[in-house]
C-alpha cells in the first residue's frame, strides 16, 4: 500500500476538526501553539495566596507523567493507580540513582477524559489492573506516555503492559500485548516512557528493550503489525518518542538511540539515515521545523544538536577533519538536552535541562545566543512549549517559568503549581493546560 505524503507528522495529513493538540507535543509535534493569547503571570498554589490566572483545578488519580492532550475540547491522559493505600513514590530531589521505586504492587492502567471548559471528569477506563511486569525508576511512573489521536481513535501504549485502542468516548475497540519491554540500564530497570505516533492507518511503537530492542508499525485499523526491525546493534536503549515526518521525499520514521539515532522508511522499515556521537540515554523526541529534523540529547557524549535534512541519506555523523555529509545541516556539541524536548519558535531553539539551565540558539546555524539558569531550584523534565511570545518552562520545583521568546535571556514570571510539574503543557485556544503530580491546572 503506497502511503500518502499528505501532511507534515503523525497526525496532520488527516487531522479531524477539533483535534487541537492530538499528541506529545501537540499538532505535528512542534510545540507551538501561534494564534493563541496566554498570560506570563499567575498563580495557582493556594499557599501562596489567592489564585489568579486560573481558569479550573481538577485532581487527577494515581501517578503518571502522561501530558495531556486535546480533542474535541477534551483532555486525555492516563495515569497508574496502585491498590495500596497511601501515595505512589516518587522523587523530587535534584540527581537520580540507577534504582528503581519501590512501587511493584498491583497497579491499574487508566485512561481518563476531563471537559477542556470545566475540568470536570467525563470517564475513566481501566486498561489493565495487576502487578507490573517491569519496574520503574524512583523519577518516573508506571505511566509515563502521552496517548495520541487522530479525532477518531485514542491509542494508549503502555509498554510491557500492553497497546489499547479506543474510541474518543472510552469505547475499547482493541489491545494487543507485546510482551515485556523492560528498558534497563546497567540492569536496573528505568521503565517504559516512549509514546505512540500515529499517521493516517499507522501507528509506530519504539521498543528498545536492550534485550530484544526493536521498531515496530501496526494498523491503526485492528493492531495488526506490518512490519517490525530489530535495532540490535544501533540502540542499547532509549525513551524518545518515535517522530513521524512526511515530505515530498517520502514518509519516515525518526528516532532517537544511542550509540545511533536512526531513520527508517514508513512503508518498508528500511533505515534512511543514522547519527552517531550522542549521549547515552537518549530521551527528546525528534522533530521537524524550517524544514528540517531538529535531533538532541545528552548524558555523557557529545551532548549535540543535529539539523538534518528530509532527503539525507547514509552516515551523517560529524568526522573530525572530514567533509561533512550533505545531509547534515549543522550541528553543536555540548548544547543538547537530556529529557527535554526542545522547541523551535521562530528563529530560535530554546532548551531546557533538568539543572535548571536553559539555552538559546539560531535555529538556522546552531550559533549560541544565550545560556542561563533559570533559579537555583529549577529542574526542566517537561518539554518546552511555546505561543505568544513566551516560553514555557515547567519546573519540578513547583514553578513553571516564562521567558520571552528572541535572542536575549529576559525571564517573566515564575510561576506557582503549587506541585511539581514532570508532564509537558498542551494548549487549546487561550488557555495552557498544566498536569502536575496531583492535578490537571487550566490557566488563562
Request: with cysteine.
Amino acid at each position: 500500500m503506497q502511503l500518502s505524503r499528505r501532511g507534515f507528522w503523525g497526525l496532520s495529513g488527516a487531522l479531524a476538526v477539533g483535534a487541537d493538540w492530538p499528541a506529545f507535543r501537540g499538532r505535528e509535534g512542534v510545540g507551538l501553539a501561534e494564534g493563541s493569547t496566554l498570560p506570563a503571570k499567575w498563580n495557582a498554589d493556594p499557599a501562596e495566596g489567592q489564585l489568579a490566572g486560573v481558569r479550573w483545578k481538577s485532581a487527577v488519580p494515581g501517578l503518571g507523567h502522561s501530558s495531556p492532550i486535546i480533542a474535541g475540547e477534551r483532555i486525555y491522559v492516563c495515569s497508574a493507580v496502585r491498590k495500596a493505600a497511601g501515595k505512589a513514590p516518587l522523587k523530587l530531589a535534584v540527581g537520580g540513582e540507577p534504582t528503581a521505586a519501590e512501587d511493584n504492587e498491583e497497579q491499574s492502567w487508566v485512561v481518563l477524559c476531563y471537559d477542556a471548559k470545566t475540568g470536570k471528569e467525563l470517564w475513566q477506563k481501566t486498561a489493565k489492573a495487576a502487578k507490573p511486569r517491569a519496574t520503574r525508576h524512583e523519577k518516573a511512573t508506571h505511566a509515563n506516555t502521552t496517548l495520541a489521536t487522530d479525532g477518531k481513535h485514542l491509542v494508549a501504549f503502555f509498554g510491557s503492559e500492553g497497546l489499547y485502542c479506543y474510541k474518543l468516548d472510552g469505547k475499547l475497540l482493541w489491545s494487543r500485548d507485546l510482551g515485556v519491554v523492560n528498558v534497563s540500564k546497567y540492569g536496573i530497570g528505568w521503565g517504559y516512557a516512549s509514546s505512540p505516533a500515529v499517521y493516517q492507518n499507522r501507528i509506530a511503537l519504539l521498543c528498545d528493550d536492550p534485550s530484544n530492542p526493536y521498531l515496530v508499525v501496526l494498523s491503526l485499523a485492528d493492531g495488526k503489525e506490518i512490519w517490525r526491525v530489530s535495532r540490535k546493534g544501533i540502540c542499547e536503549r532509549s525513551w524518545g518518542t518515535p517522530y513521524i515526518h512526511a515530505s515530498a521525499t517520502g514518509v519516515q520514521v525518526v528516532t532517537n538511540g544511542w550509540p545511533w539515532s536512526v531513520s527508517y522508511d514508513l512503508e518498508t522499515g528500511k533505515e534512511l539515515w543514522r547519527i552517531g556521537n550522542g549521549g547515552d540515554n537518549p530521551i527528546p523526541t525528534p522533530f521537524a521545523a524550517n524544514g528540517w529534523i531538529y535531533l538532541t540529547n545528552a548524558h555523557g557524549g557529545k551532548a549535540p544538536v543535529y539539523v538534518i535534512r528530509p532527503d539525507a541519506k547514509g552516515d551523517l555523523t560529524p568526522q573530525a577533519g572530514g567533509k561533512p555529509n550533505d545531509g547534515l545541516v549543522w550541528a553543536t556539541m555540548g548544547a543538547g538536552s537530556y529529557i527535554s524536548t526542545p522547541l523551535v519558535y521562530g528563529d530560535y531553539v530554546y532548551l531546557g535541562n533538568t539543572n535548571g539551565v536553559v539555552r538559546c540558539l539560531n535555529a538556522k546555524t546552531g550559533e549560541k545566543m544565550y545560556e542561563q539558569r533559570l533559579s537555583a531550584d529549577a529542574q526542566i523534565y517537561a518539554s518546552v512549549v511555546g505561543a505568544d511570545g513566551k516560553i514555557f518552562f515547567p519546573s519540578l520545583d513547583g514553578a513553571v517559568y516564562v521567558v520571552k521568546a528572541g535572542p536575549t535571556y529576559q525571564l517573566l514570571s515564575r510561576n506557582q503549581m503549587g506541585e511539581p510539574c514532570f508532564a509537558t503543557p498542551a494548549i487549546l485556544g487561550n488557555t495552557i493546560y498544566f498536569r502536575t503530580t496531583d492535578s490537571l491546572v487550566a490557566v488563562g
